[in-house]
């Protein structure tokens, strides 16, 4: 941890020294740690001669997660989770994270103790250490920003190498995380909804589970041509995929795996479990492009490797209209765009 | 940058894309980067062999700056430049930055451009490529953090491995960050203050110089036993020095190097230099403990080889009373904690 903005320290506040130790005791002797945490710096060693990949998001209280019902290990635990899912869009093996956070001076020692905690079960999960961050007081609300370091096993997967024919792939069924978004947003359960549907879709929001084996497993097998996590939704980010390859897409609405917790949701509260599931956003699944003739020896291998579906979606297109979403007659459905924040939504009105 | 906090785009908004563009620009193929910002992850290229260094710092405002008096393009370099500092104090040689940002949905595009302007034009100076990043909307106000990941080029300087009886040394001269910052705090310029002793105070609250160059030149000389930057002030970094190398430290007060500045603005405003000095903190240069032979040839090679002072100011001591300050006759003297925040300050009244 940087102290340079070391709060002061009293009975029920977490100094830095006790966040330091709590992370040295959860993490001892990790492999490629030299110097974690309680330095300027830490010192990482690096497998020779692989890439090393880096990412960083920055998450904050009332934009991208609400207190009211997502609790202080949530917050770590996703944190931790859209950057170790950036990771695995790159078929890479995450390693080393370094976490900060500010906190309104209310907060007592026990939340940023859970959030920690949070972001350590995550973490160990994986085999990430980490290895630094920072914490200081808020003015305003929560603050959370991660980055996570990361290695190259195989070649990195990019978004910007799909070609013309290829295969559109998802892992996975989407939706769940919008369809928990609107619950918790909601509050009150509504009536005809089972548990097990409630939590998996809440679970989906507030705990995603980011598919770093997969990642690896792809990135490994061959026939891959592009990859990107689904973070913004499928609409948003397969054209992200589009433009950065300079092609377009088309997907068969029809083909697009919906999670059975979205669909119980959307049947609960009248919406459209479809409209989640491509433009939700939030389900920290991979989105791929492969070579036709891979997709079958892919998605077997995948499932027979994860127990985690790869259903192919559409194709990739010359570039033209962007991406184009059709009925199972091949006429276009309009689809909106993906996930968008607290502060944009409210600033709509 | 990823997507996964985008923001609408709209006429005079920064887009994610143009602020890809922009940093694209003014980072044409870096070295060792081989997928720079617009991917889910940067892929680097480390050095083969060399550890690696990471440091993350989280700068908010009315915390940490203040944008009353710090333009946009002065919180890009400064977010930058504390974590160069984290870098410099292990002797590292800084490559690669991850820079997140979110502003409040009033701010305008010409502000977040010149915002990444300041970090890159630090940037540049040290070879130092923007590879990654996140732009968000704030609720609040700017909420800025940095992740910087350096090499070693030599073993790297910890805080740990202090001894006593070594001679503790700064570089530069101290008190000028707090010199600056109460001067912009005041706003209006008192009376008889140069405009000189003004702008170099101001600049060195606003825009500090990482001590890059010396701390490469420091790792590389031999005899440095420990070293940190100053962040929090002499009197609190010491301490972290002393703690972590189990020992403790006697400063002469006397010999504590008073920037000029920071003396001009003292005088005018009826201020202790020396207080800033010990306490004032942000001053962003090196402290060091070295072998008591060793000083005499470091203090002459850092000076020819970067022109930068290197004063002793006291010496190590066996574990003890923690930090001592004393006066030329040896008599114990008070000296306050190091620098605290905005919000810190607000709440204590």
């Known amino acids: 941890m940087s102290d340079g903005h070391e709060r002061a320290?009293?009975?029920d506040r977490?100094?830095?020294r006790r966040l330091i130790e709590l992370i040295r005791r959860a993490a001892p002797a990790a492999p490629?740690?030299?110097?974690g945490i309680g330095d300027d710096c830490a010192v990482l060693e690096p497998s020779p001669g692989g890439a090393l990949l880096a990412t960083t998001d920055l998450l904050l209280e009332?934009?991208?997660f609400r207190r009211r019902y997502a609790s202080p290990d949530d917050i770590g635990w996703k944190a931790l989770a859209v950057n170790l899912s950036d990771v695995a869009a790159m078929g890479g093996r995450p390693r080393w994270a370094l976490v900060a956070l500010a906190v309104p001076e209310t907060v007592v020692a026990a939340d940023v103790e859970a959030f920690f905690a949070g972001a350590l079960a995550l973490a160990a999960e994986h085999g990430v250490a980490i290895v630094g961050g920072d914490t200081s007081a808020s003015p305003g609300g929560w603050i959370v920003n991660v980055t996570v370091l990361g290695e190259a096993v195989h070649a990195p997967l990019l978004r910007s190498t799909a070609r013309p024919g290829d295969v559109v792939a998802v892992t996975g069924a989407l939706g769940r995380a919008a369809a928990g978004l609107a619950l918790l947003e909601r509050g009150e359960a509504p009536a005809g909804l089972t548990a097990a549907a409630r939590a998996d879709a809440a679970a989906a929001h507030l705990r995603p589970r980011p598919r770093v084996a997969e990642g690896r497993w792809l990135a490994a097998a061959g026939g891959v041509t592009a990859m990107i996590d689904l973070s913004d939704g499928l609409a948003t980010d397969l054209a992200h995929v589009a433009e950065e390859s300079r092609g377009g897409a088309r997907v068969e609405l029809t083909r697009v795996p919906v999670g059975a917790s979205a669909r119980a949701v959307a049947a609960a509260l009248g919406r459209d479990p479809v409209a989640w599931a491509t433009s939700g956003g939030e389900d920290y699944e991979l989105l791929l492009t492969c070579e036709p003739g891979a997709f079958a020896r892919?998605?077997?291998g995948l499932a027979a490797a994860t127990?985690?579906?790869l259903t192919a979606v559409g194709e990739m297109t010359?570039?033209?209209p962007g991406v184009r979403?059709?009925?199972a007659a091949g006429r276009a459905v309009p689809v909106g765009p993906g996930f968008e924040h607290f502060v944009t939504e409210r600033a709509r009105g």
């Open 9 to 11: 320290a009293d009975g």
């Open 14 to 16: 977490p100094t830095e």
């Open 32 to 35: 490629g740690v030299r110097v």
């Open 62 to 64: 009332d934009v991208h």
């Open 298 to 300: 892919l998605a077997a």
């Open 307 to 309: 127990g985690t579906l």
């Open 318 to 320: 010359p570039a033209g």
């Open 325 to 327: 979403f059709v009925d």
